[in-house]
């Protein structure tokens, strides 16, 4: 009979302890060679196409096999990377782009500025940057197979920005074929021009999925600095396998049978401390903040009453505690912006130090709330939001709204999160989800901070007076002008409730010491510089 390794993580749990556990890894390959990398991501990579969805694994995924017009550095700021260089007009209204030299595709051919404009003009179906970015061009087109430009109405003085953002979806660049497929349709060639090759041979789904180093990949003379300058790969191979339990990805990092796991539960912390050849290490210091999705489309949650219900009755410390245990790693959030350089206390009189469910009870009836099913997308293999899913549906139902919870993991989530129907059709009322925090700084690049209704991001809340408001961001000069821009923002956000805050806290990687070299930045891990002794 031939055991598997999901029969072998299967015997593992039964058994009972990560002690007696069998060896994962080594039983269905050779030990780990040097130049290869085996990692643990925080889930499962279920979307490859990093412009179909905002998901982080996605855009680590589009990282490795493709390219960026501009990538940002470890100060977030924009710098060249396929761009050669480039220039804009007297008048700011028209940009010049002209890609540097050894571009090209892992199918053989060369990258070419018709590539890169179709590849704007998909990101920008819907990305929020791409979508300002549009409605202020006059045309962006190839001028020669190096060079395109974009042209505008009127001045943009975000361009570089907007084409650079933290935020998920990042602008990759697919070959013109590719991107000609609309936004809403999954590109599947996985054919890109960046440092690594995704491994279709090896492609083995819900297990793992292999990336080769490109050898033909020509990384900018810079020096490597966050996501910007020469992206070096100095390994053969990076593996990523899908061990969705915790303990068991904890004990195959032990065992040495991989090199670093994501989604480290706060509990095994002191247990990596205390092994000599294991490390923690926090790549993104900005952290992430947990956030409760509402589906505006659909009942309960079309109705602005229910919404403001949920304000009220989430308890920010008790889901802290749930979700980040250890206090030194988490705060209690209530701007829309997060901890950044625009948060405020506009409009939060709705907090208060445990919430307050009676409240909540009676705007919920104020929203003619009838019974109808509750249904909170559970995420089984982030333990902490899947405690939270837990925690939030035992308070519904203590105010009398008929909740349940519907387990998945992480990857069934983001399947099922872009079903806009009713529960009765296999949609959802509430997802229990995180943010990078960096990302609430930038309200024109990145989709939480929208409200387009159905023609926009999870969630499909819509207020036209908050959108008009982030239009203004753009064309915001000073820090100063942008607070109190902040500050109007956030005083409409509160009111029609599109989403909750839940907290934000920080986690540490675990990986194993011989590993070094991993860059850290927001929302995703480039796999380009680490190295094995």
């Known amino acids: 009979m031939i055991i598997s390794r999901r029969d072998l993580i299967k015997t593992s749990l039964a058994a009972g302890t990560a002690a007696s556990m069998p060896s994962i890894i080594r039983a269905q390959t050779a030990p780990t060679a040097t130049r290869t990398v085996r990692v643990v991501k925080s889930g499962d990579l279920r979307v490859f196409d990093p412009i179909f969805t905002t998901a982080g694994i996605s855009a680590e ?11 940002l550095d470890s100060k977030l700021t924009p710098q060249p990377q396929m761009v050669g260089k480039w220039s804009v007009s007297d008048d700011k209204k028209a940009y010049t782009f002209e890609l540097r030299d050894g571009l090209g595709w892992h199918d053989g051919t060369p990258v070419t500025a018709a590539d890169c404009v179709a ?14 970015i549009m409605a202020r061009a006059q045309d962006i087109s190839k001028k020669d197979d190096k060079t395109f430009t974009i042209a505008l109405k009127e001045p943009l003085g ?15 660049i697919m070959r013109e074929k590719d991107a000609t497929r609309p936004a809403t349709e999954q590109v599947t060639a ?3 021009s960046g440092p690594f090759r995704f491994n279709e041979a090896l492609a083995k789904p819900g297990a793992s999925f292999t990336y080769d180093r490109n050898e033909k990949y020509v990384p900018r003379s810079e020096t490597s600095d966050g996501f910007s300058g020469g992206k070096i790969v100095k390994v053969d191979r990076v593996i990523w396998e899908n061990i969705a339990n915790q303990q068991t990805a904890f004990a195959a990092l032990r065992a040495g049978e991989i090199d670093y796991q994501e989604n480290l539960s706060s ?7 205390s092994d000599p050849n294991l490390t923690l290490q926090l790549l993104d210091k900005s952290g992430y903040v947990q956030l409760l999705l509402m589906n505006s489309l659909q009942k309960p949650f079309n109705s602005v009453k229910a919404r403001q219900a949920m304000l009220h009755l989430v308890d920010q410390e008790a889901c802290s ?7 030194k790693y988490s705060s209690i959030v209530t701007s829309m912006f997060g901890n950044t350089l625009y948060s405020n206390d506009e409009n939060t009189g709705w907090y208060k130090k445990g919430g307050d469910p009676e409240q909540a009870k009676q705007l919920f009836k104020e929203s003619g709330y009838a019974g109808e099913k509750v249904v909170i997308l559970q995420p089984t293999n982030f333990v902490g939001l899947s405690n939270v899913a837990l925690f939030l549906a035992g308070a519904l139902r203590k105010i009398g709204i008929n909740a349940e919870v519907a387990p998945s993991d992480w990857g069934g989530v983001i399947t099922r999160r872009s079903n806009r129907g009713p529960v009765e059709t296999g949609g959802w009322s509430i997802i229990v989800t995180s943010v990078t925090g960096a990302t609430l700084a930038e309200p024109l690049t990145t989709p939480w901070l929208t409200a387009e209704g159905d023609k926009g991001f999870t969630g499909w809340a819509r207020n036209d007076e908050y959108e008009a408001l982030r239009a203004q961001w753009g064309d915001t000069a000073t820090l ?20 909750v805050v839940l907290g934000q806290g920080v986690y540490p990687i675990a990986r194993r010491k011989a590993l070094t070299g991993l860059i ?4 995703a891990l480039p796999m380009w510089n680490m190295q094995k002794a």
């Open 61 to 71: 995924h589009g990282l490795a096999i493709y390219d960026t017009l501009f990538s």
């Open 480 to 499: 100063a002008e942008r607070q109190a821009l902040a500050r109007k923002m956030q005083r409409v956000w509160w009111d029609f409730a599109p989403q």
């Open 267 to 273: 509990d095994l912390y002191s247990a990596v401390e």
């Open 321 to 327: 505690r749930i979700n980040t245990p250890d206090p």
């Open 520 to 523: 850290g930045m927001p929302i």
């Open 119 to 132: 590849s704007i003009r998909r990101w920008a179906e819907v990305a929020p940057g791409g979508k300002l």
């Open 158 to 172: 975000t361009l570089i920005d907007l084409l650079t953002g933290v935020a998920t979806p990042f602008l990759f």
């Open 190 to 192: 996985n054919i890109g």
